[in-house]
């Protein structure tokens, strides 16, 4: 899982991972950070399991002003 900072706007950018169950309950994972600035990219090896099995799974985008979200967007698979 990656993310890029592509906005010399003075936020951080965080990215994690989100999935759901078989019930549709959504759990959402730790956020990862990349507070080192526009115009650089940071990479994670993740993995997940949870013991209700994971029926889908997604990525959430965020900016962040501190530890303040500012905005997000999701997408699932």
């Known amino acids: 899982m990656s993310v890029s900072d592509l906005s010399s706007d003075n ?5 994690r991972f989100i999935s759901k169950d078989t ?10 950070a990349n507070n080192d600035g ?3 990219t940071k990479e994670w090896k993740t993995t997940a ?5 994971l029926f889908e799974v997604g990525v959430q985008v965020a900016r962040f002003a501190g530890n303040t979200q500012v905005n ?3 997408t699932w698979r």
């Open 11 to 15: 936020h951080q950018v965080r990215v």
């Open 72 to 74: 997000s967007c999701s």
């Open 23 to 32: 019930r549709g309950a959504i759990k959402y994972w730790p956020w990862r």
């Open 38 to 40: 526009s115009g650089t």
């Open 49 to 53: 399991e949870y013991s209700g099995g």
